[in-house]
């Protein structure tokens, strides 16, 4: 069973940077699409940033300029840099990847934009 681990949330004051990193916990083949949603308390999961193998990306419309998703094929890592953080990014970041027909989710990481 394929578990993926984020890492990497934190406090930050607002204007400041995060880079949160998921990976799976064991060998894994590589997934072919991986994603970063968020949640924050009392609102639905949303989608931030996905990317292909290829490392093709897509953006939530309102993240583009400040968020950047990446990808190591040969670690089967994806990463999510965080620029200019405000307020209102605080919320749990999950980590998703597919593999196959099945979707997989890590338990994740709180990250709280505050000063």
Avoid: H
């Avoid at 590589?30 to 093709?56: C, N």
């Avoid at 583009?64 to 405000?86: C, H, P, V």
Wanted: charged share 15%; glycine share 10%.
């Amino acid at each position: 069973q394929v578990q993926l681990v984020e890492s990497g949330g934190g406090l930050v004051q607002p204007g400041g940077s995060l880079r949160l990193s998921c990976a799976p916990s064991g060998r894994s083949s590589r997934f072919l699409l991986m994603a970063w949603y968020r949640q924050a308390p009392g609102k639905q999961r949303d989608l931030v940033a996905r990317i292909t193998t290829s490392g093709s990306t897509t953006y939530a419309e309102s993240l583009k300029g400040r968020f950047t998703i990446s990808r190591d094929n040969a670690k089967n890592t994806m990463y999510l840099q965080m620029n200019s953080l405000e307020p209102e990014d605080t919320a749990v970041y999950f980590c998703y990847a597919r593999l196959g027909l099945t979707d997989y989710w890590g338990q994740g990481t709180q990250v709280t934009v505050s000063s």
